[in-house]
T-cell receptor, first 111, second 114 residues
Framework: SQQGEEDPQALSIQEGENATMNCSYK?????LQWYRQNSGRGLVHLIL?????REKHSGRLRVTLDTSKKSSSLLITASRAADTASYFC???????????FGKGTMLLVSP | DVKVTQSSRYLVKRTGEKVFLECVQD?????MFWYRQDPGLGLRLIYF???????EKGDIPEGYSVSREKKERFSLILESASTNQTSMYLC?????????????FGDGTRLSIL
């Protein structure tokens, strides 16, 4: 069953602009994670936010979590061409090691 | 850094063949996972393993089996390959859930079944 769903499916911006991606999920979670996938490569973990956290920062990344709305957002500030990739949210249930991934947002950052 | 290595980046096989996809991790992780990734469908979990010789079905196990004889190695087996198994296959590993550790992925094997 699909847990996370990203929005939008695709996003095209210019270098220097901010990029915001959203993720919605259906059931209570233990944590939510964001991953990046460059074309033809594996996924790389970006950031993990626990269910009792509301906001987390890592470099140019800012993640928020609203458990009442069952949603999360990933903000990439001052985007660079190298940020061009697909971004996935993944949810973890309490006590389980498995993740359920969304279908991803494809981000294109043009120079 | 954790390294997850998948034996082949590209693989072409014929319908009916038995296909082995190999994955090795070097960080002594207990958990290992196999996913397939298809356009418009995202990542779907095929099988996972919490320990040596242990395996659990994921969301789409039909047509697949797995083997974990050593902690560092997790193999995905297509018993009789079919064209609908043409896909990108991704292996991942992680520490146990209690540590809330992320999954670490290999670069994937793009498998074509002709």
């Amino acid at each position: 069953s699909q847990q996370g769903e990203e929005d939008p499916q695709a996003l095209s911006i210019q270098e220097g602009e901010n990029a915001t991606m959203n993720c919605s999920y259906k059931t209570s979670i233990n944590n939510l994670q964001w991953y990046r996938q460059n074309s033809g490569r594996g996924l790389v973990h970006l950031i993990l936010i626990r269910s009792n956290e509301r906001e987390k920062h890592s470099g140019r990344l800012r993640v928020t979590l609203d458990t009442s709305k069952k949603s999360s957002s990933l903000l990439i500030t001052a985007s660079r061409a190298a940020d061009t990739a697909s971004y996935f949210c993944a949810t973890a249930l309490s006590g389980y090691s498995t993740l359920t991934f969304g279908k991803g947002t494809m981000l294109l950052v043009s120079p | 850094d954790v390294k997850v290595t998948q034996s082949s980046r590209y693989l072409v096989k014929r319908t009916g063949e038995k296909v082995f996809l190999e994955c090795v991790q070097d960080m002594d992780h207990e958990n290992m996972f196999w996913y397939r990734q298809d356009p418009g469908l995202g990542l779907r979990l095929i099988y996972f393993s919490y320990d040596v010789k242990m395996k659990e079905k994921g969301d789409i196990p039909e047509g697949y089996s797995v083997s974990r004889e050593k902690k560092e190695r997790f193999s995905l087996i297509l018993e009789s390959a079919s064209t609908n198994q043409t896909s990108m296959y991704l292996c991942a590993s992680s520490l146990p859930a209690g540590d809330e550790q992320p999954q670490h992925f290999g670069d994937g094997t793009r498998l074509s079944i002709l």
